[in-house]
């Protein structure tokens, strides 16, 4: 065998490989509908887009940037934290990248020793525990239940704590259940951290998609001894429709940050100029279409998640945030004679032609994602679908 022990272990990830599969089956002329992704659906707004042509027109694009990012991006990011964030930053407190996922793996490169543990909430997404082991860390993961809105608590943080735990990690809003941690129950987690010296890892990408009166609360807004603890990764991807685009960035501790820019500068170098400068106008220029695809996304979550409920088996939390849901599907499983959820996806990919996303690679074996980034004809088909499929003997 000549390929590493290291990517042997290592899991494809699952959302990316179900989106390929639903694709290729599209290729083969099959009629399906794919609810497999996440990516929001809607093209790049036009005035970044249009940023980007004149950074490799005028000729500014050609060129490497400084590892960690052009400083006019980094001005950028400080501004949107000063609004969203409520506090500003310096330039050695921000890293850019290759995506929120690359600058993820940048993180656990930059902290980990071996053995070191790292706290995973589940259910988790998918890459989380894959790039903790390719930092040769340890991830532990810590059960979150729908009675408790899939939330974990202090006590249970503590319970799992060893004198290896070296990192929590909280996404809120959350992939895949669009639960939202409240400032209280943040705070709480906050304290717990810094009273154990054990750094924060903010995942906020969804921050910005929050429906229904929901309101997201970034955990390094709430003390200066917390945001001291905490390393937040963002990215343009979700809210501004960017996942082509690949540009992701981490906040904090300057030591950590220049740590996670050698990481970069000796593996893919800058994020590609022209997507810099495509960032710095989606965080610097009108963000009226920000607002317009939230409530899109509002708009479908609401139509779609009471015909969801009534898809026999399939019991769903209803999501604050992102744009996911996440039922339950013990019930409809065993209606059907299935007791693995891969399977049961597999079936129901098969039987129905709607692609979902196993609730195995999320740490949710009696579970399935499905993305709602999808226009609401077509959601309105896919959820039919499986109500036939569900309703069929
Ligand atoms: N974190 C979470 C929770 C995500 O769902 C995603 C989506 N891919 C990412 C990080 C990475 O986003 P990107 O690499 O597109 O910036
Ligand atoms: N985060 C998205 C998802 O969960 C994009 C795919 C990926 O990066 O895994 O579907």
């Known amino acids: 065998m000549t390929v590493s022990k290291r990517i042997r272990e290592m899991e494809e990830s699952i959302t990316l490989k ?3 599969k639903a694709k290729a089956l599209k290729a083969e ?4 509908i794919s609810l497999t992704v996440g990516e929001p659906d809607f093209p790049t707004p036009v005035h970044i887009r249009e940023a980007a042509i004149s950074s490799i027109k005028n000729g500014s694009a050609s060129f490497y940037t400084v590892a960690s990012g ?3 991006l980094k001005t950028a990011i400080s501004s949107h934290f000063e609004t969203f964030y409520g506090y500003s930053l310096e330039p050695n407190q921000i890293v850019a990248g290759t995506g929120a996922k690359f600058i993820l793996y940048a993180f656990f490169m930059a902290v980990l020793d071996p053995a070191d543990e790292v706290l995973i909430p589940t259910p988790y997404w998918v890459s989380y525990a894959d790039q903790v082991k390719l930092a040769e860390g340890v991830p532990v993961f810590v059960e979150s239940t729908e009675s408790n809105a899939f939330k974990v608590t202090v006590d249970q943080l503590e319970a799992a704590r060893t004198d290896k735990t070296k990192v929590i990690l909280l996404n809120s809003p959350s992939n895949p259940t669009g639960m939202i941690y409240s400032r209280d129950e943040l705070e709480g987690i906050g304290n717990w951290a810094v009273e154990h ?3 924060i890892l903010a995942d ?4 910005r998609l929050v429906y229904n009166g929901n309101t997201f609360t970034p955990i390094s807004s709430i003390s200066e001894a917390i945001r001291q603890q ?3 990764v963002n990215g343009v991807s979700k809210a501004y429709s960017m996942t082509g685009w690949r540009v992701g960035y981490a906040t904090g501790n300057p030591e950590i940050i220049s740590s996670m820019a050698k990481m970069v500068s000796q593996t893919t170098s800058n994020l590609t100029t022209a997507a810099q400068y495509a960032a ?4 610097e220029g009108a963000q009226d279409s920000v607002e317009e695809m939230r409530q899109a996304f509002e708009e479908r979550l609401n139509t779609i998640y009471p015909l969801l409920s009534e898809v026999p088996g399939f019991k769903a939390l209803k999501p604050q945030g992102a744009f996911y849901l996440f039922p339950d599907v013990s019930e409809a499983m065993a209606m059907k004679g299935f007791t693995n959820v891969t399977e049961f996806t597999d079936a129901i990919l098969e039987e129905t032609g709607v692609a ?4 195995d690679g999320f740490g949710a074996p009696h579970n399935v994602r499905l993305s709602y980034a999808s226009g609401l004809d077509t959601l309105k088909e896919a959820v039919h679908r499986l109500k036939a499929f569900m309703e069929m003997d």
């Open 197 to 199: 010296g054990i750094l």
């Open 280 to 283: 710095i106008e989606a965080l």
């Open 204 to 207: 906020d990408i969804y921050g």
């Open 29 to 32: 002329g099959r009629d399906i």
């Open 18 to 20: 179900a989106a390929a």
């Open 70 to 72: 052009l400083p006019a």
């Open 356 to 359: 979902l996303v196993t609730g």
């Open 230 to 232: 905490t390393i937040v």
